[in-house]
Nanobody, 121 residues
Framework: VQLVESGGGLVQAGGSLSLSCVVSGSIFSINAMGWYRQAPGKQRELVAAITSGSDSTNYADSVKGRFTISRDNAKNTMYLQMSSLKPEDTAVYYC???????????????WGQGTQVTVSS
């Protein structure tokens, strides 16, 4: 199983970026997914999460109203649309998925390798 993020980069404050996370490999089903971020010298924190059916989402207070999480189960892909970016959003963004590799497998957490987002002031 692999989780591959893309879409990071350098953007000016007030700008927008869109991240994608594609899950590939031997997958039976994907449960909740989420985006986390880790800034230098800080702990990894939850940015946004979404349930398997996209019926519920959860956001960190610091990104509410600016970021939107979504997923396309047919493509095993999750997205994070980020707008009104601030310098404090600068971090490595990680994709997370809780998934089953088979019908009788235990649900397991998987992580992507991360993508850098840098917001200049």
């Amino acid at each position: 199983v692999q989780l591959v993020e893309s879409g990071g980069g350098l953007v000016q404050a007030g700008g927008s970026l869109s991240l994608s996370c594609v899950v590939s490999g031997s997958i039976f089903s994907i449960n909740a997914m989420g985006w986390y971020r880790q800034a230098p010298g800080k702990q990894r924190e939850l940015v946004a999460a979404i349930t398997s059916g996209s019926d519920s989402t959860n956001y960190a207070d610091s990104v509410k109203g600016r970021f939107t999480i979504s997923r396309d189960n047919a493509k095993n892909t999750m997205y994070l649309q980020m707008s009104s970016l601030k310098p404090e959003d600068t971090a490595v963004y990680y994709c997370h998925a809780n998934l089953l590799r088979g019908q009788y497998y235990k649900a397991t957490n998987y992580w992507g390798q991360g993508t850098q987002v840098t917001v200049s002031s």
